[in-house]
């Protein structure tokens, strides 16, 4: 039966559970690939980067396996022409992501060249050159703050520090924006969207700092929590809950 | 893995399309529940309307 | 679908837009007026009123709201006459100053909370009610006396209330020019706003407790000083939220007193955050000027659209009141200072 809400859901319970487990293991098992491969790499296209979170929060390399389906993602539904903002975005950060687990293999855009041995994972940002053909994030200040935590909940899997993955254009548009954030943080537990909650809480770990600090009133480490159990039986809300309790309590800072 | 076969080219499309929509969700609709207030046990019922909780009357 | 209220980089609306938006407050409080006017008889008191199978939730109570709110509509339309000469805006001030006699003269002068007072002498509902008249100068000396008495007890101190309740209690005491029976910092701190409370947690009956502390700290809008520093960042953090969840709820009363809230402010809530949210509220009017309290279909009911009519009215002049008393103040520049929630001490007391 093809239903790719359902194998975008099992996928992001994979990515749970390595991700619980501190990411030693492959995302998706090599020879889970039944007839629903394109089924599957649908799925991992939805999931986006959020398929190597394990391997990028917990700095650990992924399994070729799980990287070769990336790659596969990324070549089979690459953003068309009318491609949302959105697609573009999430397409980017699988190139991104790909960049820096695999710099050899960063097809099919070209990179800076990369040092022949490079370390693939680490503090800092590997070849220093930003994936090229970056999509627009002007439109991102352009939105009310409901809009805009819509839109960022949407692109949750992009919500990783950039001392971590390096320069990030929507990380750093969204930084100023991270009052608007808890506010749609707080929107979305009210409207019980555990999604867009979880999804608003994981970017708000990311984007609270000194300089743009999220309100010590909200109580965004037990709003993860209840979001988490109000919300947790989706693994997508799980995935965003735990990812933002991780960064939280520092595992990638 | 191989890339698609042309004879699975509709499927393909349909998945293409599926995805778009899957990267592109419509905001979900809100759900609100008041909560409401079971008197403390042993309490008499009347006795709420001493001390009303709202300015609001009752439906 | 919600009202997106405000756009992101939150610049204020052209001053026309204000202008207009001014218009669009004083027809909402005309409206609600002569809605009120219109069916003052609801209000009276019946002529059993002081017996115990009256239902003093449908008949002291309208009235102590009529009387409280009006004051406050009479004092904030002179503000906004005053400061602006308009004669429209006076001519609101004297229809809700109309509105206060009557309650004055329904309530005999005092005559009947004096004696409700003596035949439940240990009730705190006729203070609280009388408060709502000492705060525009009508005062009744003997009900002042008879209850400083009772306010003197140990009993008194330890009435089992809602903690905002008790701080009406505290307020409607300053009122009476009585004792105080507690601190009102630490009274402030004990209601789910003094708390501080993670913001996500708001529902309708926390957000009636929140509007309720901010009024007796403000005697209803008149003293915005009287709201502590960081409960005023707090709220200007999150009302943002809770009125888009209201709207989108359809809690109309409720809205219009978070409305209020923001309009008593030190810093008043901003045109360009409250702008959309009145002109949904105000599309959401019957045709003859009220507003009912919840839903989308308005029911015919004085009893499900007189307090909401109300607090319409209350709080659209208390919200042109406070654009008198700053430029209209930008949400990106309040936005601008996170912050943090501040010292306990610092709240404010609020005499």
């Given amino acids: ?253 | 893995m191989s890339t698609l076969k042309p004879e699975t080219g509709d499927l393909q499309k349909s998945l293409e399309t599926e995805v778009e929509a899957a990267l592109n969700p419509g905001e979900a609709e809100g759900f609100y529940r008041d909560t409401r207030e079971c008197l403390g046990l042993l309490l008499v019922a009347g006795a709420a309307l001493l001390s009303p909780p709202t300015p609001r009357p009752k439906k | 679908m919600t009202a997106h209220a405000d756009a992101p980089t939150a610049q204020t609306e052209p001053a026309m837009a204000h202008e207009e938006g001014h218009a669009a407050l004083a027809d909402i409080v005309r409206g609600a007026l002569e809605w009120v006017t219109a069916h003052r008889d609801r209000f009276a008191l019946p002529p059993d009123v002081l017996e115990t199978h009256t239902d003093l939730n449908w008949s002291m109570k309208p009235l102590g709201e009529l009387a409280r709110l009006s004051t406050s509509i009479t004092r904030a339309a002179h503000t906004v006459a005053d400061h602006h000469d308009d004669p429209h805006w006076r001519q609101l001030a004297e229809i809700a100053r109309e509105l206060l006699d009557f309650t004055w003269s329904e309530i005999g002068e005092g005559r009947v909370l004096r004696e409700l007072a003596r035949l439940e002498p240990h009730a705190t509902y006729p203070l609280e009610i009388y408060a709502a008249f000492a705060s525009a100068g009508l005062r009744d000396e003997h009900f002042e006396e008879f209850t400083g008495t009772l306010v003197r007890t140990r009993a008194w101190a330890s009435t089992e209330q809602q903690p905002n309740r008790r701080l009406g209690v505290l307020a409607a005491e300053h009122q009476a020019r009585l004792p105080s029976h507690d601190d009102p910092t630490e009274a402030l701190r004990r209601t789910w706003l003094g708390a501080l409370p993670e913001p996500w947690t708001f529902d309708v009956t926390a957000g009636y407790a929140l509007t309720h502390t901010v009024f007796h700290l403000t005697d209803w809008g008149a003293r915005p000083a009287g709201v502590p520093a960081d409960l005023d960042t707090y709220l200007h953090h999150w009302l943002p939220c809770w009125l888009d969840s209201c709207l989108e709820d359809q809690q109309w009363d409720l809205g219009c007193e978070l409305l209020a809230v923001g309009a008593s402010l030190p810093e008043p809530y901003p045109p360009d955050r409250h702008l959309p949210v009145w002109r949904e509220v105000a599309g959401r009017r019957a045709p003859d000027g009220s507003l009912h309290e919840v839903g989308a279909e308005p029911p015919d009911a004085f009893a499900h659209r007189y307090h909401s009519t109300l607090a319409a009215a209350f709080a659209a002049a208390l919200t042109a009141a406070s654009t008198t008393r700053s430029r209209p103040s930008e949400s990106a520049h309040r936005d601008a200072h996170p912050g943090h929630p501040g010292h306990p001490a610092h709240a404010g007391a609020h005499r």
């Fill in chain 1, 1 to 253: 039966m093809r239903n790719l809400s359902g194998a975008v859901c099992d996928l992001a319970s994979e990515v749970v559970s390595v991700l619980r487990d501190g990411g030693h293991r492959a995302v998706v098992s090599p020879n889970g690939q039944g007839p629903d491969a394109e089924l599957g790499v649908a799925a991992v296209r939805v999931l986006g980067a959020d398929v190597l979170l394990p391997s990028t929060l917990h700095r650990h390399p992924p399994a070729p396996s799980d990287l070769q389906l990336v790659r596969e993602a990324v070549r089979t539904f690459p953003p068309g022409g009318d491609a949302s903002v959105s697609t573009e975005w999430s397409h980017w950060a699988m190139r991104d992501a790909l960049r820096r687990h695999d710099p050899a293999a960063a097809a099919p855009r070209p990179v800076a060249a990369e040092p022949v041995g490079a370390e693939p994972v680490g503090g800092e940002p590997v070849g220093g050159e930003p994936v090229g053909g970056e999509p627009d994030t002007a439109w991102l200040s352009r939105l009310t703050w409901q809009e805009l935590t819509h839109q960022l909940a949407v692109l949750g899997a992009l919500a990783v520090p950039p001392a971590v993955t390096g320069p990030s254009p929507v990380v750093a548009a969204a930084a100023p924006r991270t009052l608007d954030l808890a506010r749609g943080f707080v929107r979305a537990v009210r409207r019980r969207d555990w999604l867009q909650a979880a999804g608003a809480g994981r970017w708000l770990a990311v984007l609270d700092s000194d300089a743009t600090p999220v309100p010590a009133t909200l109580g965004l480490e037990t709003g993860l929590e209840f979001v988490l159990r109000m919300g947790g039986a989706d693994p997508r809300v799980a995935l965003h809950a735990h990812a933002a309790q991780l960064l939280r309590a520092g595992a990638a800072g």
